[in-house]
């Protein structure tokens, strides 16, 4: 019995053995498998690292420009604004200055039309007074003569003029 007990134990062990060999060998491709796995893993991160890397640089380039062209359009804009309102202000002195022309034509105009008012009252007065004086003064037969040396007169004006 020992002599079967042997083989079948030799059997067994052979077999286990061979199992054994076949586990080892299974394990050590399961390991390489997932070596090679976590390497690929390790290599797909790096070059996806080495992408975000490029990516955040040409973002980080990005915003150095956008901020950049932000300042000058914040200086532009300044600068912008500044040159509005200083034409804004010398629009509004040669509106003021227009505007203070107009006034003093305006008084003017209005003064001329005032003393051309007054001087005309006074002539007519003047002319009053004078025909007053000439009427009291005058009899018929003085008016009579006064203008037929007038009519003469026109008359003689009239052939100078012809």
Do not use: P
């Amino acid at each position: 019995m020992n002599r079967k007990i042997h083989v079948w134990f030799g059997k067994g062990l052979w077999n286990f053995v061979k199992e054994w060999k076949n586990n080892l060998l299974s394990l050590s491709d399961l390991l390489d498998n997932r070596k090679q796995r976590i390497l690929n893993t390790i290599r797909n991160s790096e070059e996806l690292r080495e992408g975000a890397i490029e990516q955040l640089e040409k973002a980080r380039s990005r915003l150095r420009k956008v901020e950049t062209e932000a300042e000058q359009f914040r200086v532009n804009g300044y600068a912008e604004i500044e040159r509005e309102k200083l034409n804004l202000i010398n629009s509004t002195y040669k509106t003021l200055e227009q505007l203070e022309n107009y006034k003093n034509e305006t008084i003017q105009f209005e003064q001329q039309r005032a003393i051309n008012q007054v001087r005309q009252r006074v002539f007519q007065q003047a002319l009053r007074g004078a025909l007053g004086t000439l009427n009291s003064c005058l009899n018929n037969e003085l008016h009579l003569r006064t203008i037929s040396a007038n009519i003469g007169m026109l008359g003689t004006m009239k052939e100078i003029t012809d």
